[in-house]
C-alpha cells in the first residue's frame, strides 16, 4: 500500500499493491493494521456502503454535523471524480477542496477524514462506489452544500446534463453552512 499527499494534509489517496497476470489480479482493499501504521490513525469502520450510479450523477455534499463520518472510498466499476471539501473552520484548508480520479482500473481510494463534506460525479456510462464509514449513517444530522457553490468553486470535470437529486438540488451555501468548530 502506498499514501498519496494530496494538498490538503489530511485528506490522502490510497493506492494498493496490485498482484495481476493473466488470470486476473489481487489485492487488499484494506488492512488495518497496515492503514493504521502508514497513517498515524486508529480508525474503526462500522459500515460499508454501496452505491450504483449511471453517467452524470453527481452526489454531493454531503455530511453529518453530528456522528461525523470518515469515509474510505473506492471504485470497483468505472469511474468518478471524487472530492474531499474541508469544513473545520478551525483548519487552515478551512473552504478547501480536493479530488482525484478514482477508477476500477486504478483502484486508488481516497481517505475522507471527518469534518469534511464529500461528494462525487460519475464520468463513466455507469461506476459503482463502495465505501467505509466510521459512524453510522444518521438522517437527522445530515446536511448537503450545493455542488456548485461559488465559493467553494468545485471545479468539476463537466457540470452539463448533470442529475443530481431533489435533496442534493436543495443543498445549502458553504456561507449558511453547519460547519464544524
Known sequence: MKLIPTDIPDVL?????VFG??????????NEKKFMEMTGLQVIFVQDNHSRSKKHVLRGLHYQIQQPQGKLVRVISGEIFDVAVDIRRSSPTFGKWVGDYLTAENKKQIWV???????????????????????????????????????????????????????????VLFQDAEVFP
Open 13 to 17: 489517496i490510497v493506492e494498493p499493491n
Open 113 to 171: 477524514p471527518s469534518g469534511f463534506a464529500h461528494g462525487f460525479l460519475v464520468l463513466s456510462d455507469v461506476a459503482e462506489v463502495l465505501y467505509k464509514t466510521t459512524d453510522y449513517w444518521a438522517l437527522e444530522h445530515e446536511r448537503c452544500i450545493r455542488w456548485n457553490d461559488p465559493v467553494l468553486n468545485v471545479q468539476w470535470p463537466t457540470t452539463g446534463n448533470l442529475l443530481v437529486s431533489e435533496k442534493d438540488g436543495k443543498g
Open 21 to 30: 497476470d493473466g488470470r486476473g489480479f489481487f489485492f487488499e482493499s484494506y
